[in-house]
């Protein structure tokens, strides 16, 4: 990985790819970090794709910064990374998290953006209840760490199916949750309570958009997914099958031909 300061906070970030490929930022979502995208940086820098893949602040190796991480944060440090390696516009994708990083990242720069990839994510505010639970969960990280976390909501992350067929990306989701830094993960949940609602921006979106949904995911059913992709009028839907929160991880063959039909039929400009 690489090592680089935007934004006064040290990020660790990979740039792999053809350098005059069309550039794809993949936003990993939470408590995970870059690693979560292996199987699609491997299936896109084949088709020709530049993918950056950073650790956003306070995951991974990026630095930790404890209090409060607003999305617009996350979204200014990107904008910072792409200044820094040279990239004007791109293709901005992310899951969970990640996804609504993205939609923050479409809202305040949207001139760079040439198209979305929204993963398993919600474009909607988060109620009273929900900051209240995010607030208490970010309270428990601190004071209990990650593992007991991990271990609760393993089977809610991936489909409990796929912890048994697939055990290999069951332990790495595991071992991302249980290393990622209890301060960074408090941090962004409480940034994660104050997001604004971003239907009106996904709404008016003038570039293409992918919606990606697991079938079986516990947080984002379905539904929600065409919720949020009727409200696209560039938008595209897949939904990804024997595959909870992350089908990027669990059904990556799927997943990956999902986007590169995306990149290669919807998306022409970057760089």
């Not at 300061?5 to 794809?24: A, C, E, K, L, M």
């Not at 209090?67 to 979204?75: E, H, I, M, N, R």
């Not at 609504?100 to 720069?109: A, D, G, P, V």
Request: charged share 20%; glycine share 10%; aromatic share 6%.
């Amino acid at each position: 990985m690489i090592r680089t300061v935007v934004n006064g906070i040290s990020i660790r970030y990979d740039d792999q790819g053809p350098s005059d490929g069309i550039p794809v930022v993949l936003v990993h979502g939470h408590p995970f970090d870059h690693t979560m995208w292996a199987p699609q940086v491997e299936a896109l820098t084949a088709a020709g794709y530049r993918v950056v893949t950073p650790d956003l602040r306070g995951y991974g190796g990026s630095e930790v910064v404890p209090g409060t991480c607003l999305f617009s944060d996350f979204a200014d440090d990107i904008a910072a990374l792409l200044d820094m390696i040279g990239v004007q516009q791109a293709v901005i994708g992310g899951v969970s998290m990640g996804g609504q990083i993205t939609m923050e990242f479409q809202r305040s720069h949207p001139e760079r953006v040439c198209g979305l990839i929204l993963s398993d994510t919600s474009p909607v505010a988060e109620t009273e209840e929900g900051k209240a639970f995010r607030n208490a969960l970010a309270d428990r990280l601190l004071a209990e760490g990650m593992d007991g976390y991990a271990d609760e909501v393993i089977d809610k992350m991936i489909a409990r199916y796929n912890i048994t067929a697939r055990p290999d990306v069951a332990e790495h989701v595991l071992a991302m949750m249980r290393r990622t830094a209890p301060e960074g993960a408090a941090a962004a949940l409480r940034g994660r309570a104050e997001r604004p609602d971003y239907r009106d921006t996904l709404a008016g979106a003038s570039v293409p958009v992918l919606v990606l949904v697991g079938a079986d995911d516990f947080y984002i059913p379905v539904s929600d997914a065409q919720a949020m992709h009727r409200l696209i009028p560039s938008a595209d839907l897949v939904v990804v099958e024997q595959a909870g929160h992350l089908p990027g991880a669990e059904q990556p063959a799927a997943f990956n031909d999902a986007l590169l039909n995306f990149l290669g039929t919807r998306v022409s400009a970057g760089g």
